[in-house]
Structures are given as structure tokens and as C-alpha cells.
């Protein structure tokens, strides 16, 4: 975390210093994965936000992750989901927590 950074810590980088192992123009950390599965959310979001917009919603909506059927149902607001939320004590219905 970022407590266990130094106050007072000073980097130098080795001028001219070849390295043959090193993988140059690579996303060799893993960053892809993160980020594809970030645009399934957002596409999700988006069709969501359109469920919406087609039964007469609008204005900001929350969806929690992992997307399950039932909260993707539940975020769409349609005539079913709204008579169920209309009888539920939460106003959203949670996860595991």
C-alpha cells in the first residue's frame, strides 16, 4: 500500500543498459483481460440504460457487479420487476452481503 513507500525515495534508471530479455510493445501484465471484461459491464450498462429508456425511465440508475440475470432483470425496470421492487423493504436487491 502506499504507507509502505519511503518519504524520501530516489530512483535512477541505468543510461545506455541493454536488456535481451525484455518483451517491448507487450502488455505482459495482464491489462487486457481486465479491460475486456470491464466493456461487457459497460455494453451491459448501456443495454440496460435502453431497457430502461423504452419503459419510461430516465435519470441515473446504479447495477451492482457480478451482473446476475436477476439484477439485470431488476435494473431494467419493467412492468414484473417494477410490481416485485414495489414490495420489497431495499430498494435494490443485494448480493452475498
Known amino acids: ?12 534508471l541505468l ?3 541493454a536488456n535481451d530479455r525484455a ?4 502488455r505482459a501484465i495482464g491489462e ?3 479491460f475486456l ?6 455494453a ?3 443495454a440496460i440504460a435502453a431497457a430502461r429508456a423504452d419503459a419510461g425511465f430516465s435519470g441515473h440508475f446504479t447495477v451492482d457487479t457480478p451482473l446476475t440475470p436477476e439484477r439485470i432483470r ?9 410490481k416485485f421492487a414495489a414490495g420489497c423493504s431495499r430498494s435494490r436487491p ?4
Open 74 to 82: 431488476m435494473a431494467c425496470g419493467d412492468q414484473i420487476a417494477s
Open 94 to 97: 443485494s448480493g452475498f452481503w
Open 37 to 42: 471484461g470491464a466493456s461487457a459491464f459497460f
Open 44 to 46: 451491459a450498462r448501456a
Open 1 to 12: 500500500s502506499f504507507n509502505d513507500v519511503p518519504v524520501d525515495m530516489r530512483v535512477t
Open 23 to 26: 518483451v517491448h510493445s507487450s
Open 15 to 17: 543510461k545506455d543498459s
Open 32 to 34: 487486457p483481460p481486465f
